[in-house]
Nanobody, 123 residues
Framework: QVQLVESGGGSVQVGGSLRLSCVVF????????FGWFRQAPGKEREGVAI???????TASDSVKGRFTISQDNAKNTLYLQMNSLKPEDAAMYYC?????????????????WGQGTQVTVSS
C-alpha cells in the first residue's frame, strides 16, 4: 500500500523560503510519477510541479523559477524547495503519486495523496 507523508510546512515571511518533504512508503520515487499540488482556502486545488521516473520535471507557470521539485532515491523522499515566497503561495500543499505511463500536471491522474502540510506566507 502506498503512503505519502508530507512535512516541512510552516509560516514564513514574503520573500522567504521553505522546503517541503514527502516520504514515500510502499513504492519507489525513482520508478513513478510524483507531484506537488496545493489548495488555498476557497480555491480549487492546483498543480505545482511534477517529477517523473527519469527525473524530468515540470512546474506550473505561477511557480516556475521559484520552486524546484526533486527526489532523493536513497531516502525515497520527494522535495519541494520554495523560494521567493509570495502571499499567493499560501495554501495546503499535497504530495501525490501515480503509476501510469503519462506523467503530467493533471490532478485527475494522481491516485495516491498525502494529508498535506500547511504553508502560510505573511507580509
Amino acid at each position: 500500500q502506498v503512503q505519502l507523508v508530507e512535512s516541512g510546512g510552516g509560516s514564513v515571511q514574503v520573500g522567504g523560503s521553505l522546503r517541503l518533504s514527502c516520504v514515500v512508503f510502499g513504492y519507489l520515487v525513482s520508478s513513478n510519477c510524483f507531484g506537488w499540488f496545493r489548495q488555498a482556502p476557497g480555491k480549487e486545488r492546483e498543480g505545482v510541479a511534477i517529477i517523473n521516473w527519469s527525473g524530468a520535471t515540470t512546474a506550473s507557470d505561477s511557480v516556475k523559477g521559484r520552486f524546484t521539485i526533486s527526489q532523493d532515491n536513497a531516502k525515497n523522499t520527494l522535495y519541494l524547495q520554495m523560494n521567493s515566497l509570495k502571499p499567493e503561495d499560501a495554501a495546503m500543499y499535497y504530495c501525490a503519486a501515480h503509476f501510469s505511463s503519462r506523467c503530467a500536471l493533471v490532478q485527475a491522474d494522481f491516485a495516491y495523496w498525502g494529508q498535506g502540510t500547511q504553508v502560510t506566507v505573511s507580509s
